[in-house]
């Protein structure tokens, strides 16, 4: 069982947007910044976002995320049938000095 | 641009030591910290541990009787053992760069986030 919360799945159709949730507790989420992966079939995970909000270099701007209390949220807009995989919300948990990861939630663009 | 290699034996038997290797194409090895994370078939991904630049290493609890990450600065590369395997620790195996980055927006708040990870190794333990 996952420290943090994410549902299983989660489905939209192409060009809508889709929101992933992240449950925490204060240890994790409520006192360190999420960080958010992509995963896609037999790939390397790519970071889509850090610091709750920031979005590296290279990453669309249609992928943004937010942070209140201990849940924090991946939105994707314009959903393309490339953005179907899994992902993952992170953060570190001071009780571990290490990082702690939701279960993941696979995204099915219908 | 940063990539990562893991490399090690696909196959290993119960109660033996799996041993993995990651190699860091460029830059120094010895200015961040770096990561193992491994994903269990059907399951999600779980964090083994991590080296920082000083040497220091963190375990994740439940494997931290077992594990053991080296780093091997004049090759640039890092290593994974995990000894006493069973079937549970059969998974694809990951290693990654762990940034630790200070918030522009906090003070003495830092950011913590898996920047590089990667293709993975299939382990099977049989």
């Known amino acids: 069982q996952s420290v943090l919360t994410q549902p299983p799945s989660v489905s939209e159709a192409p060009r809508q947007r889709v929101t992933i949730s992240c449950s925490g507790s204060?240890?994790?989420?409520?006192?360190?910044?999420v960080s958010w992966y992509q995963h896609l079939p037999g790939k390397a995970p790519r970071l889509l976002i850090y610091?709750?909000?920031l979005r590296p270099s290279g990453v669309s701007d249609r992928f943004s995320g937010s942070k209140s209390g201990t849940s924090a949220s991946l939105a994707i807009s314009g959903l393309h049938s490339e953005d179907e995989g899994d992902y993952y919300c992170?953060?570190?948990?001071?009780?571990?000095?290490?990082?702690?990861f939701g279960g993941g939630t696979k995204l099915t663009v219908l | 641009q940063v990539w990562l290699q893991e490399s090690g034996p696909g196959l290993v038997k119960p109660s033996e030591i799996l041993s993995l290797t990651c190699s860091v194409s460029?830059?120094?090895?010895?200015?961040?910290?770096w990561s193992w994370i491994r994903q269990p078939p059907g399951k999600g991904l779980e964090w083994i541990g991590q080296?920082?630049?000083?040497?220091?290493?963190d375990y994740n609890p439940s494997l931290k009787s077992r594990v053991t990450i080296s780093v091997d600065r004049s090759k640039n590369k890092f290593s994974l053992r995990l000894s006493s395997v069973t079937a549970a620790d059969t998974a694809v195996y990951y290693c990654?760069?762990?940034?630790?980055?200070?918030?522009?927006?906090?003070?003495?708040?830092?950011?913590?986030?898996?920047?590089?990870w990667g293709k993975g190794t299939t382990v099977t333990v049989s």
């Open positions: 990654a760069r762990y940034r630790r980055s200070p918030s522009s927006r906090r003070v003495d708040y830092y950011y913590y986030y898996m920047d590089v």
């Open positions: 460029s830059g120094s090895i010895s200015t961040y910290y």
């Open positions: 080296i920082y630049d000083s040497g220091d290493t």
């Open positions: 204060s240890s994790n989420i409520g006192n360190n910044a």
């Open positions: 610091g709750d909000d």
């Open positions: 992170v953060a570190r948990d001071d009780n571990l000095n290490g990082p702690v």
